[in-house]
Nanobody, 116 residues
């Protein structure tokens, strides 16, 4: 069983920054990709950012140019640097580690609240 733990959420003013971390209990070198999702109240969970095993990245249009995903395989950790935060970024942020097309592990989520 793989455990994934997010950290780094909190309350920040609009225009501020936060860095989320996602630590996995199993090597992330063997993942297909690592992903950050978010879910705002009353909304569906949406994919925010992806980083593949090869280091390629992809972002939702709403966060392009503001968020950066990165990974440290030695630490089995993925990061999400969030800059120029907006109130619309308020959500619970979840990390997903996709080890195969039939298995992925999810964290419990970390709350990000951006005040206007």
């Amino acid at each position: 069983q793989v455990q994934v733990v997010e950290s780094g959420g909190g309350l920040v003013q609009a225009g501020g920054s936060l860095r989320l971390s996602c630590a996995a209990s199993r090597s992330i070198s063997s993942t297909i990709d690592m992903n950050w999702y978010r879910q705002a109240p009353g909304k569906q969970r949406e994919l925010v950012a992806t980083i593949t095993s090869g280091g390629s990245t992809n972002y939702a249009d709403s966060v392009k140019g503001r968020f950066t995903i990165s990974r440290d395989n030695a630490k089995n950790t993925v990061y999400l640097q969030m800059n120029s935060l907006k109130p619309d970024d308020t959500a619970v942020y979840y990390c997903n580690a996709r080890y195969s097309y039939s298995f992925s592990a999810w964290g419990q989520g970390t709350q990000v609240t951006v005040s206007s």
